[in-house]
T-cell receptor, first 111, second 114 residues
Framework: GQQLNQSPQSMFIQEGEDVSMNCTSS?????WLWYKQDPGEGPVLLIA?????ELTSNGRLTAQFGITRKDSFLNISASIPSDVGIYFC???????????FGQGTRLTINP | DAGVIQSPRHEVTEMGQEVTLRCKPI?????LFWYRQTMMRGLELLIY????????DSGMPEDRFSAKMPNASFSTLKIQPSEPRDSAVYFC????????????FGDGTRLSIL
């Protein structure tokens, strides 16, 4: 069954706005990964997090590994048109060997 | 460095035909994963290999699906016979280790079974 809840499912914003999305679970995670998928392409890794509390930036993107190890968020600052796409969180549950994926957040930007 | 390479990018075939999807992982990555993506179910892990050995194939839908990894630089996912419900995008991913290392995805094979 679904072990990760990603929200929101979709976002419609204006160019220049900041974006925030998150993933939560009742399970404890050892790893959080954030991917972006463009149409017709595979998921591309944006940020990888391996320690509780870790805060990592990649350009305008910032992600954090929640202190409780049960959640993570991704922020995008000053959105631009090329940020359009579907963003997925993925995590490795403690003791497990498979990544579990969120349902994705579809980001649409109005110029 | 080259990423994960998948072929073909698109495949359209009639039901009952055999379909073979191919993957070349990133050099030096010991783990290879096959995923299927559909609108209804999202990304599902089908099977993964460690050092060319299948570790967990519990996600393989049924006996019509099989996967092999004859060497460290090549893997195949085969569907025989194919059915319309197999239509999806199939992704291959690889990573250096299972933990503390991210999985890197190929661009996928979009499979349509008529």
């Amino acid at each position: 069954g679904q072990q990760l809840n990603q929200s929101p499912q979709s976002m419609f914003i204006q160019e220049g706005e900041d974006v925030s999305m998150n993933c939560t679970s009742s399970s404890i995670f050892n790893t959080w990964l954030w991917y972006k998928q463009d149409p017709g392409e595979g998921p591309v890794l944006l940020i990888a997090l391996y320690k509780a509390g870790e805060l990592t930036s990649n350009g305008r993107l910032t992600a954090q590994f929640g202190i409780t190890r049960k959640d993570s968020f991704l922020n995008i600052s000053a959105s631009i048109p090329s940020d359009v796409g579907i963003y997925f969180c993925a995590g490795l549950i403690q003791g497990a060997q498979k990544l579990v994926f969120g349902q994705g957040t579809r980001l649409t930007i109005n110029p | 460095d080259a990423g994960v390479i998948q072929s073909p990018r698109h495949e359209v075939t009639e039901m009952g035909q055999e379909v073979t999807l191919r993957c070349k992982p990133i050099s030096g990555h010991d783990y290879l994963f096959w995923y299927r993506q559909t609108m209804m179910r999202g990304l599902e892990l089908l099977i993964y290999f460690n050092n060319n050995v299948p570790i967990d194939d519990s996600g393989m839908p049924e006996d019509r699906f099989s996967a092999k990894m004859p060497n460290a630089s090549f893997s195949t996912l085969k569907i025989q016979p194919s059915e319309p419900r197999d239509s999806a995008v199939y992704f291959c991913a690889s990573s250096r280790r299972l933990e503390n290392q991210p999985q890197h995805f190929g661009d996928g094979t979009r499979l349509s079974i008529l």
